[in-house]
């Protein structure tokens, strides 16, 4: 199964680590692309964050729609992650 949610970070960023822990920790499936490692990826994430790179940079996507958090807090990620049905409200 394909994953609606694509975190792009680098593994030694706390918030990249926080946001990481939180869906680990709620058995939420994504996909982690570390931006030292995929260039294009990298550049990709300067370009929506006006040339400055702002992890981690969150894609969640529910149907058609996109939704981008940049540097989300917890309470953030819950309420984007709420509407894949997959943590209950909190």
Do not use: W
């Amino acid at each position: 199964m394909d994953s609606n949610i694509t975190v792009y970070g680098i593994d030694n960023c706390e918030d990249t680590q926080r946001s990481r822990q939180f869906l680990d920790s709620r058995k939420i499936p994504y996909k982690y692309i570390n931006l030292d490692q995929d260039k294009a990826a990298d550049e990709m994430v300067k370009k929506e964050n006006h040339g400055k790179r702002r992890t981690p940079f969150i894609e969640v996507t529910v149907g058609t729609e996109v939704r981008v958090l940049r540097e989300p807090s917890d309470e953030e990620l819950a309420d984007a992650v709420r509407d894949l049905k997959v943590i209950g409200a909190a």
